[in-house]
């Protein structure tokens, strides 16, 4: 099935990171690898996210919050220093909305994503791309879809 979707490439380069962000020694590691390769960082797109399918316990928020809000806040705050050498900085947060993509596509689920006004993993995508080559620099410091 062809897709009617038009693929636009970036200018400039990408470069992907693997880190795990509830650990400090990997996002330090990342933060020396990025200022030695690059000594700046343009754009951080904060994607981590977890959602564990388990019983509510203290234990399962702690974990979740440890990758979800506090591994971010320390991955951005760690990255500052790169990200104030750049001269057009961006920082992303991707959120978890997208993490059960194939239960937001089934208009039979509950949390079908139509239903709440959310759109699809591509157009969030195509979102990104646009903040990052600028073309939606207006739009920065605010929520967007």
């Known amino acids: 099935m062809a897709s009617d979707k038009q693929i636009t490439f970036i200018t400039g380069s990408l470069s992907l990171l693997d880190l795990d962000v ?19 960082l343009d754009v951080l797109v904060n994607n981590a996210g977890i959602m564990k399918e388990e019983p509510p316990t203290r ?7 440890e990758t979800n809000v506090f591994g971010v806040v320390v991955l951005t705050n760690a990255a500052l220093p790169l990200l104030e050498a750049s001269k057009s900085l961006k920082v992303i947060n991707v959120t978890s909305g997208l993490g059960f993509i194939t239960q937001k596509a089934d208009p039979n689920q509950q949390y079908h994503k139509k239903d709440m006004g959310a759109e699809s993993a591509e157009t969030s995508a ?10 939606r620099d207006a739009e920065t410091s605010k929520f967007i879809t």
């Open 22 to 40: 509830s650990r400090d020694d990997s996002i330090a590691a990342a933060a020396r690898k990025v200022e030695s390769d690059f000594g700046r």
């Open 59 to 65: 234990d399962h928020f702690r974990t979740v919050f």
């Open 126 to 135: 195509q979102g990104i791309l646009k903040i990052v080559e600028g073309k």
